[in-house]
Structures are given as structure tokens and as C-alpha cells.
């Protein structure tokens, strides 16, 4: 497990499958995350229940039922900063620090059913428009964070459900 009282933090592997047709970005592992070294941990976040509930699956809790739930939804998860020496979770605070970003386009060249990325909030999007070129859509989500006042679960029912 990661020691969040260090000054350098690694975030996690992608999760993704030959046949992963939308890939998530979020911008860096929040503290919850990392405590638990998994994708949206922070119980408070929207994420998981979100995705649960427009692909009418039981709420998953468990990690293994979170990667089947992304991998029978061909969805891909990652962040766009692999390092950061982020102490919190703030992305007002990520902005400001050091950040070693992950190989998107490694990735998306090598899953090459990936069609389209949603960014999981506008940091996400910022960074990825901001230091890479990618010719697939490129579409800024609200953020699932329960910081956001203004999640909307019908966005991204519209964005995972649309034909790509």
C-alpha cells in the first residue's frame, strides 16, 4: 500500500481490455483511493453507484465487481497523471503540484477499440487537451467527486449509452 504521508505518490494502473470501447480519465488518485489502491474509493464519490445504476447492475463494491462491471461495459479506466506529490485530494492542489503524466497515447495506440474519452471533471480535461494529441473524442464530464454540486448522472447516462 501506498504511504500517503510521502512526498511522491505513484497512481494506478490502467484498467483495460482488448475490447474497451470508452476510456475514463480522471486526474490523480484521491487520498480514499490510495488508502483502498483502487479507482474512486472515497464512499462519498458518485462513480461506482453512477455506473451501477445506467447499467441497471447491483451497486459493486467489491474491486473484482467494479473491473467485471468496466470490463462487460468496455470501459477502461485510468488517470492522466501517473506520480504526483499531491498530499490531499483537492484537484485545486493537484494543479499546482508536480505531476508525471501517463502514456495516453501509448495506451490508446495499443487498445485501439478505445472510440472515445470521458474526462471525469474539468482538471482532467484541462491536462489531457492541454499535453496530448488525440484525434478521438474528447468529451469533459461532470465530475463524480461529491465536491461537485452540480453532478448530473444523466450526462454520463448519455455519454456511456450513445453509440460510439
Request: net charge neutral.
Amino acid at each position: 500500500m501506498q504511504d500517503n504521508n510521502s512526498s511522491n505518490h505513484i497512481g494506478f494502473s490502467p484498467i483495460v481490455f482488448e475490447d474497451s470501447e470508452i476510456l475514463i480519465l480522471g486526474s490523480f488518485p484521491s487520498v480514499k483511493s490510495r488508502e483502498n489502491n483502487f479507482y474512486y474509493a472515497n464512499k462519498q464519490n458518485r462513480f461506482w453507484p453512477a455506473l451501477s445504476n445506467i447499467f441497471e447492475s447491483p451497486i459493486v463494491e467489491d474491486i473484482q465487481d467494479k473491473i467485471n462491471l468496466c470490463k462487460l461495459n468496455k470501459i477502461a479506466l485510468w488517470d492522466v497523471a501517473s506520480q504526483s506529490d499531491l498530499k490531499g485530494s483537492s484537484d485545486s492542489e493537484l494543479e499546482k503540484s508536480k505531476l508525471i503524466l501517463s502514456d495516453i497515447e501509448g495506451l490508446l495506440h495499443k487498445y485501439s477499440n478505445i472510440k472515445k474519452i470521458l474526462c471525469n471533471g474539468s482538471l482532467a480535461y484541462k491536462i489531457l487537451t492541454k499535453n496530448f494529441s488525440i484525434n478521438i473524442p474528447i468529451i469533459k464530464m461532470p465530475s463524480t467527486s461529491p465536491a461537485n454540486v452540480r453532478f448530473n448522472e444523466e450526462v454520463w447516462k448519455n455519454e456511456l449509452k450513445k453509440d460510439i
